[in-house]
């Protein structure tokens, strides 16, 4: 089987959610680095939108308004094309 992380980027619609939780730290080692590891993902996807929230990993159940604007605006975005 073959893992996904040896293939190409699949490039289709994505709309990523990243947190700056700083609980997660420790894992991460540096937080820039996470970010820029999604930042990269999202440069070669055609249609993406990348959204850098202050909120913890759980961030849909504390800003849950937001989370559901992010979404229709991109689903608007993509309908319109």
Same mark, same amino acid.
């Given at each position: ?22 609980? %997660? ?9 996470? %970010? ?13 939108? %990348?959204?850098? %929230? ?28």
């Amino acid at each position: 089987m073959k893992a996904l992380h040896d293939g190409p980027i699949p490039d289709v619609p994505t709309l990523m959610f990243v947190t700056n939780d700083k609980i %997660l730290e420790p894992m991460m080692q540096d937080m820039d680095n996470w %970010l820029l590891i999604h930042k990269n993902y999202m440069d070669n996807v055609s249609k993406g939108k %990348l959204v850098e %929230l202050e909120a913890s990993h759980y961030f849909y159940t504390e800003i849950p308004d937001k989370v559901k604007i992010e979404i229709d605006d991109f689903i608007e975005t993509l309908a319109g094309e």
